[in-house]
C-alpha cells in the first residue's frame, strides 16, 4: 500500500492506498445526504433519521466512503459510495447499503 500525504483544513494527514482509515463524520454526513434518496432507493426504506455516526474511507481510483448512520429508534444501516476523481467528472455512487445493522455492529 503506497502513502500519500495530503492537506485538509486542519493541516497535513496521510492515507493508505488500498487501506481504510478513520473518515471525518462530518463531511460523510454531507456526502450521504447528497445521496440520500439513492440510498433509500436501495434499501427500499425512507428514512425520518439519517445521522451518520462512524465513517471510514478507503483510497482507491477515487475513494471508497464506508458510513454508519443511524435513521430512527435502534436502527443503523452501513453505506457504501464511491467518489470518482474529480478530472473524471462523475457523481458519486451508492455501491452498498446494508440494513439491519445496529449502534454496535462492525462498519
Known amino acids: 500500500n503506497a502513502e500519500y500525504m495530503g492537506i485538509n483544513n486542519s493541516g497535513f494527514f496521510r492515507m493508505i492506498a488500498g487501506g481504510f482509515s478513520a473518515a471525518d463524520v462530518q463531511e460523510a454526513q454531507t456526502l ?3 445521496v440520500r434518496s439513492k440510498i433509500e432507493e436501495k434499501a427500499g426504506a425512507t428514512y425520518s433519521e439519517f445521522k451518520v455516526v462512524q465513517a471510514k474511507k478507503q483510497v482507491v ?3 471508497n466512503w464506508d458510513a454508519k448512520i443511524h435513521v430512527g ?3 443503523h444501516i452501513h453505506v457504501r459510495v464511491f467518489v470518482p476523481l474529480p478530472h473524471t467528472q462523475q457523481e458519486p455512487e ?3 447499503v446494508k440494513t439491519g445493522e445496529t449502534e454496535t455492529s462492525a462498519l
Do not use: C, K, M, Q
Request: proline share 0%; net charge negative.
Open 61 to 63: 481510483a477515487g475513494i
Open 73 to 75: 429508534g435502534t436502527d
Open 32 to 34: 450521504v445526504d447528497r
Open 94 to 96: 451508492v455501491t452498498t
